[in-house]
Antibody, heavy 121, light 111 residues
Framework: EVQLVESGGGLVQPGGSLRLSCAAS????????MNWVRQSPRTGLEWVSY????????YYADSVRGRFTISRDNAKNSLFLQMNSLRAEDTAVYYC??????????????WGQGILVTVSS | QSVLTQPPSVSGAPGQRVTISCTGS?????????VHWYQQLPGTAPKVLIF???NRPSGVPDRFSGSKSGTSASLAITGLQTEDEADYYC???????????FGGGTKLTVL
């Protein structure tokens, strides 16, 4: 069974930093593209960042580029999101999401349970 | 405001058919990028309902179907059941934003 478990969320002041982790199990992690997707009442579902199987391909949404850094450790089946210079508008539930194509455009075929990040003073 | 536009809510009685629209533009759905649909039950993470415009993952009932034409896509649900009450989201890729994009979501109420 595919499992994705996020950790590292919490309350942080504006301008602060947090590092999210996602522990993957139940599939060959190194064979899959991985993503972070966030959800808030203000913006709904929003794709945040993508990392390819070998980390050579990395993409960010305009809203986080230059502040967030995605990375992965295939040996430890883990995905990370380093979030710096956090703003109130970054407040959301952050999901780790596995990407699949199977001949189609990328879809998010498995999601973690989500972790809440609150940016507030 | 989401790149893909969905109605905020739809409703129907048990057994009825409802459709949820997803309107995009020439830089996403109209550029022939696939549309995927997700179902999000209360308090849970989204789950793929339809992928590649009209394909159902194993385990998804054939009451759910998808279609795409031009710059729009639709999700149809027939034989509505109370357990279908959820939020539904469409998703595609946008080549002007260079980003994967979602619709704003549609809340389905089964009356």
């Amino acid at each position: 069974e595919v499992q994705l478990v996020e950790s590292g969320g919490g309350l942080v002041q504006p301008g602060g930093s947090l590092r999210l982790s996602c522990a993957a199990s139940g599939f060959t992690f190194r064979s899959y593209e991985m993503n972070w997707v966030r959800q808030s009442p203000r913006t709904g579902l929003e794709w945040v960042s993508y990392i390819g199987r070998s980390t050579s391909d990395i993409y960010y949404a305009d809203s986080v580029r230059g502040r967030f850094t995605i990375s992965r450790d295939n040996a430890k089946n883990s995905l990370f999101l380093q979030m710096n210079s956090l703003r109130a508008e970054d407040t959301a539930v952050y999901y780790c999401a596995r990407g699949s194509r199977d001949g189609w455009e990328l879809r998010f075929d498995n999601w973690g349970q989500g972790i809440l990040v609150t940016v507030s003073s | 405001q989401s790149v893909l536009t969905q109605p905020p809510s739809v409703s129907g009685a048990p057994g009825q058919r409802v459709t949820i629209s997803c309107t995009g533009s020439s830089s996403n759905i109209g550029a022939r990028y696939d549309v995927h649909w997700y179902q999000q039950l209360p308090g849970t993470a989204p789950k793929v309902l339809i992928f590649g415009n009209n394909n159902r993952p194993s385990g998804v009932p054939d009451r759910f179907s998808g279609s795409k034409s031009g710059t729009s896509a639709s999700l149809a649900i027939t034989g509505l059941q109370t357990e279908d009450e959820a939020d539904y989201y469409c998703q595609s890729y946008d080549n002007s934003l260079n980003a994967w994009v979602f619709g704003g979501g549609t809340k389905l109420t089964v009356l």
